[in-house]
């Protein structure tokens, strides 16, 4: 039952975290104290009335916060703040993802990841500031599940789609398409540099950490696995943080029912059967970055050729205008 009330609370926190307020704010709102909402928070035995006004404020049905059923979260900040609380006890975490999973990526990605997520903000969205306040959340909840990680070390399984990591090389690593040729450059290196890390961890076949290639279909839809001694915690998120990062729109959830979990271990186990591992995916990848770096190569010979060709027009134009004869 403590572990319970334990769940009850980390649910207040991801929900009152997404929605803004502070924790002043909320138990001004209720009328109560901050330490009491401290202690719901905590985990401590609430009273239903409290949970009820909190269900109310928070916008999130009490089914939700309670844990019954599904949690649904249309809230960036609540689903990563509930994927990190889940990191801090599972003993296995089981990742279907593309083109990166956030765990293993680099600390260069960290800063780029960022920069990304900041752009992709259009200038004139509506509630732009809260927005842009939501990314900067999202960052310190990513940091301290990294933070988190290295320290537990949890075992990972992580299954990563070859096709959006082609993609991923491909488009470069931007949150918007209008970029100046030079920033598009520098977001293609960004992408090669974070899978070649990826392919050097497979490389170095860290213990604990099993990475598959899956050259296959898989659903568009990452989805992670948190397995503990008594229970495992399956989450679907619609959120990216690789290819076209998106931490504004849709809708994820988390379940601990046998069935979902039973049918998303078993895409797990087939996808993992015949995934690239080991050497094959190393090289697979390194074989994608090499394509991918002539391919940018070609890109920027066409467009040096392309701004010549333009001087040259520049310079014909200026030329043709001095040479004509002055009306008298």
């Given at each position: 039952m403590r572990s319970r009330y334990k769940e009850i609370g980390q649910r207040v926190k991801a929900f009152r975290m997404a929605s803004g307020y502070s924790a002043e704010e909320v138990a001004q709102k209720l009328g109560i104290s901050r330490t009491a909402l401290y202690r719901v928070e905590k985990g401590e035995i609430a009273k239903i009335e409290t949970l009820h006004a909190l269900s109310e404020l928070l916008e999130v049905s009490m089914p939700t916060l309670l844990g019954v059923g599904i949690e649904y979260m249309a809230s960036a900040v609540s689903y990563f703040e509930r994927t990190r609380q889940l990191e801090e006890e599972a003993d296995q975490i089981i990742v279907l993802a593309g083109p990166v999973s956030f765990l293993l990526a680099s600390d260069r990605f960290d800063a780029a990841l960022e920069t990304v997520?900041?752009?992709?903000?259009?200038?004139?969205?509506e509630n732009r500031a809260k927005i842009l306040s939501d990314v900067a959340r999202v960052m310190e909840i990513l940091r301290e599940r990294k933070r988190t990680y290295k320290r537990r070390r949890p075992s990972i399984v992580n299954l990563i789609s070859a096709e959006q990591i082609a993609r991923f090389l491909h488009s470069g690593m931007m949150g918007r398409l209008d970029l100046s040729p030079e920033e598009r450059a520098e977001r293609h290196a960004w992408a090669r540099e974070e899978i070649g890390h990826l392919a050097s961890l497979i490389e170095e076949d860290n213990l604990g950490v099993q990475i598959g290639l899956v050259t296959d279909t898989l659903p568009m839809n990452g989805f992670q696995i948190f397995r503990q001694a008594d229970r495992?915690?399956?989450?679907?998120s619609p959120f990216r943080l690789g290819e076209h990062p998106n931490i504004r729109v849709g809708v994820a959830m988390l379940t601990s029912a046998s069935e979902?979990?039973?049918?998303?271990?078993?895409?797990?186990?087939?996808?993992?059967r015949n995934a690239l591992k080991g050497p094959a995916a190393a090289q697979y990848l390194r074989d994608l970055l090499a394509a991918a770096a002539e391919e940018t190569g070609k890109a920027d010979?066409?467009?040096?050729?392309?701004?010549v060709k333009t001087a040259h027009r520049?310079?014909?134009?200026t030329a043709t205008k001095r040479s004509?004869?002055?009306?008298?």
């Open positions: 997520l900041n752009e992709s903000v259009p200038e004139n969205a495992s915690t399956l989450t679907i979902a979990l039973k049918l998303h271990e078993k895409i797990v186990t087939e996808a993992w010979s066409v467009r040096a050729r392309k701004a520049g310079t014909r134009t004509k004869p002055v009306a008298k």
